[in-house]
C-alpha cells in the first residue's frame, strides 16, 4: 500500500499546504486576508498549537513525528455558532415555514429526548457528525431536558471539542409535556453550569429558545441568572421570519423592536449569539453591535424554511460580530463546507459578493469572534486551541476533477466550498486529540 497517512498522538507535526486568515477580510484590502502556505508546518502539543509556519522558518523539535499531507490542505477547524442537535430526526421535514415547522415536526421530535436512552443515542451521534464533518468547536441547543445537555458534555468528553451548550428554556406556546416553567428551567440552567461551565473545553449557554416561547418571568430569571454567572453564554433567536417577528410584536407590544424587547431584559452583550438576524433595521444592527452581541448565520436554514435572505454585508458595516451556522434540523447539513457555499449562494440572491476569505472567516476566526473566543481557536497560529481540519481536494471524482483545473489557492477553496462537504474531509484534530483520522492508499 502506497501513501499511508498516519497522525500519531501528541505531539506531533503535520507539514503541508494550509489556509488560514491574515485578517478580518471585512476590513483588509482585497487579496490581504487571506494566508497561504505552500509548505508549512504545524506543530501540536498539550492541546495548542506550538508552532504554524513556513517549514523552512518553523522548527520540527526533536523527537516530534511529522506527517506529510501530499495534496491536502490544512485549515482551522470549522466552527458551527448555531445548531441544535435534538433536531437531527427532523431534517429534510418540508412544507412548511418557522412557526408551523416548530409545531409539527421540531417540538413533537424533541419531546422524545425525555427519554434518557434517545438522548445518550443522539449526542452520541451528533458527536461523532460534528468530528466527521470537521466542526471542532460549536455553540448547541438541547431539548428543554436538563439532562439533553449533559448527555451531551458526556458523549463530547474526550474528544477534543470545544462546545457551548445549555438546555432551552421554554415555558410557554408548546405543546403539552414540553414546557419547563418560569423558575424550575433556570435553576436546571444554573445546575448545568455548576456541572460542566469551564470544565475542559466546555461552556454553558443560558437558551432563551426564543421570545415566542419564553413567558416574561421566564426572561427576567433567564437575564438575572446570565448576569449572575459572567462568561456564560446566551442564545437565542431573533428576527428569523415574518410570521414570527409578528407573533413577538404581539407578545411583547411595548418594544420598540424584536430587539428592544431582548434589550428590555438586559439580553445583549457580550457573548449574547442570536441566530439569523434577518429582519433586522439600521436601528437593531447598530444596537446589537454597541452591545457586543453578535449574530449567528444560518444559511442553509433560511433557504430551506424561506425565511429570507441574511444581509451579511448590512450586518458587517454596522460593526457586528457573525459567524456561520449549520442551523440543524432546520438547516439542511452539519457540513460547515457546505454551509459557506450556501452564505454564498444567498449573498448572490442579495446581488453581493462573498469572497472565500470571507467564507472561510465566518466559518473560523469571524464565528470564534461572533463567540467571543478569539485567542482561543478560529486559526492556525501558535498559543491557539489545536483545532484543525485537514481537506482532501481530490475526496471525490468530480471534486478531482475540478481541484485539479484550480490556477491558486483562492480558486481552490473556492472548489472546496461549493463542490465539497464531509467526504472532503481526510482528518481531523480538536484541541490536540485527532478526531478523525482517514487513512487510504491515495498518495
Ligand atoms: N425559533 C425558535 N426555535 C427554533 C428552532 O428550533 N429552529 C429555528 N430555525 N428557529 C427557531
Ligand atoms: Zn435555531
Redesign the pocket.
Known sequence: MRGVYMITPEPFALRGQAAFLRRDPFLAAPGEALGWESDARLVVRHGRIEAFGPAAHTLLPAGVPETPLGHRVVLPGLIDCHV?YP?LGVMGAMGHS?LP??ERY?FPAERELADPTVVHALARHFVAELARNGTTTAAV?GSVHAHSADALFEAAQGSGLQLIAGKSLMDRNAPPGLPDDARGGCAETEALIGRWHGRGRFGCAVTV??L??SSPAQIEAAADLWRRHPGTWLQS?LA??RD?LALIARLFPDARDYTDAFDRFGLLGRRAVF??GIHLSDRERARLAEAGAALAH?PT?NLF?G?GLFDAAAARAAGVAVGLAS?V???TTLSMLATMGAAYQVARLRGALLSPAYLLWLATAGAARALDMTGRTGNLAAGLGADVVVLDPRATPLLALRSARARDAGELLRVLMTCGDDRAVHSVVAGGHVARVCMDSSG
Request: charged residues 20%.
Open positions: 441544535h433536531q418557522l415547522w416548530l421540531t441547543y429558545r426564543f415566542g416561547t433567536h428569523e421570519d414570527e441566530g439569523h444560518c436554514s424554511l425565511s442551523d434540523g432546520a438547516g
